[in-house]
């Protein structure tokens, strides 16, 4: 599939187009209406001084004919001399030099044509004209009336050609950079991060879109703000009273039901797990620098971690270094992990790292349940799950999935829950600028 073409490239084939056809409707206007009756007007007149030149001449006295041959050519550039023999016409002549053996033909009795003749370094056209007794020739040099006005006309049409493409470049490049701008600023609101302020000049129309924009980013960025800073205190202040109610119980436990105490306990520390899910889900906006990783030490790592003896886990990845952000990587696969041994049953997961043109892919694939085509959106939000019941002993708190999707949402990656072949689910995320390289893994 074809990309689409840029604003510049649109821009400016359109406005390229544009001046080509006004310059060469103008070519076209000044060739018909100024150039070719010039032209024929000079051809007239210099048929005519030539028609006149040799009339004189035959009519002066012998002896002052040197005079005047002599004036006719250091004033006129035309030379005099006696009439040659015919021969056959030339098969071809520049358009100013057909202009004038048809001025000169207008005036004489039998039509004739210019004889071109190489002397030396230079081309003289003669035509014989019927004065006197025996008729005489008169000749001119090619540079003294062939202006060669194809090669003019070719060379100023180019010329024009080329000033209107670097013209219309020039403009397309400035009508379409305040919109680059914008759509960059765009994208990085588009990922979670706070652009640099639009300029808020040139036309009135892009003034007033660079500055709703620049308020609409703030606004989104103040409303990111406070609810990371919302979430955060309200997991702050309940950590803390869940501290003291912990010690608690640890001292009333000899005076109470053990088992209504382990009970209470249970409850805490699920409530506490599901405020670190909440923070999770709150710093999922938050940008992290990308740095190089070791892709095989991560993977392998984070399967050491969330194995167990009823649920291995099998990593297989290439020795390679990538470019990415590495706390966000890895609590995003942490979760999906953890995900996928609450319903794999016992059974192996397997952890991929593949490369896949300039994008890597990390797959997580169980042999769970899986979970239908048609409920795979609302599993993405927070608090959903699969089995309603709500109960511990089935399931989490239904924040694994949507804390995933808000880390590839913040750093660009690509999210993609699918059935996997055979039963179970199969999780990829794609990281489509990851910069990967075979250097050596990070200590």
Request: charged share 20%; hydrophobic share 50%.
């Amino acid at each position: 599939m074809n990309a689409q073409p840029t604003l510049v490239s649109r821009h400016t084939l359109w406005l390229a187009s544009g001046f080509t056809a006004l310059a060469l409707g103008l070519a076209a206007l000044f060739t018909a209406l100024v150039a070719w009756p010039m032209a024929n007007r000079a051809a007239d007149d210099l048929a005519g001084l030539m028609v006149l030149s040799a009339q004189t001449w035959a009519e002066l006295p012998p002896e002052t004919r040197g005079a005047f041959a002599e004036e006719l050519r250091a004033r006129h550039g035309l030379e005099l001399r006696p009439r040659f023999a015919a021969v056959a016409p030339d098969e071809w002549h520049t358009p100013m030099i057909r202009l004038l053996e048809n001025a000169l033909n207008r005036r004489l009795p039998a039509r004739t044509h210019l004889h071109r003749e190489q002397v030396g370094e230079d081309v003289w056209y003669w035509i014989n004209l019927p004065v006197g007794q025996s008729g005489l020739a008169v000749g001119l040099p090619r540079d003294r009336y062939d202006s060669r006005p194809l090669l003019m006309l070719a060379a100023g049409i180019a010329a024009s050609l080329v000033m209107a493409w670097m013209a219309a470049h020039w403009l397309a490049r400035r009508m379409a950079a305040p919109v680059e701008r914008l759509e960059q600023a765009m994208a990085v609101v588009g990922m979670g991060g706070t652009p640099q302020p639009l300029a808020e000049d040139g036309p009135r129309e892009l003034a007033r879109l660079s500055r709703h924009f620049n308020r609409m980013a703030a606004e989104v960025d103040e409303l990111i703000r406070a609810r990371t800073t919302l979430l955060a205190g309200i997991s702050h202040d309940l950590r803390t009273p869940l501290a003291r109610m912990r010690l608690a119980l640890q001292i009333l436990r000899e005076q109470s039901d053990p088992a209504m105490l382990d009970r209470l306990e249970a409850d805490l520390e699920k409530t506490n797990r599901l405020i670190g899910d909440v923070l999770d889900l709150a710093r999922g906006l938050a940008l992290e620098e990308p740095r190089p990783i070791d892709l095989r030490g991560l993977l392998e790592a984070l399967a050491a971690e969330h194995a167990t003896p009823d649920t291995p886990i099998v990593v297989s990845a290439q020795a390679v270094t990538v470019l990415a952000a590495r706390t966000a990587l890895a609590r995003a696969l942490g979760n999906l992990l953890q995900n996928g041994q609450r319903y794999a049953a016992s059974r192996p997961i397997d952890l991929i790292g593949r490369l896949e043109a300039d994008a890597l892919r990390l797959g997580v694939l169980d042999r769970g349940p899986g979970i239908p085509a048609a409920e795979i959106p609302r599993m993405l939000q927070p608090f959903q799950r699969l089995e309603p019941s709500r109960s511990a002993a089935t399931g989490g708190s239904g924040l694994g999935l949507a804390i995933v999707r808000e880390l590839a949402r913040a750093n660009g990656w690509t999210l993609e829950l699918a059935a996997r072949e055979g039963a179970g689910l199969a999780v990829w995320l794609t990281l489509p600028r990851a910069r990967v390289t075979p250097a050596a893994p990070e200590a």
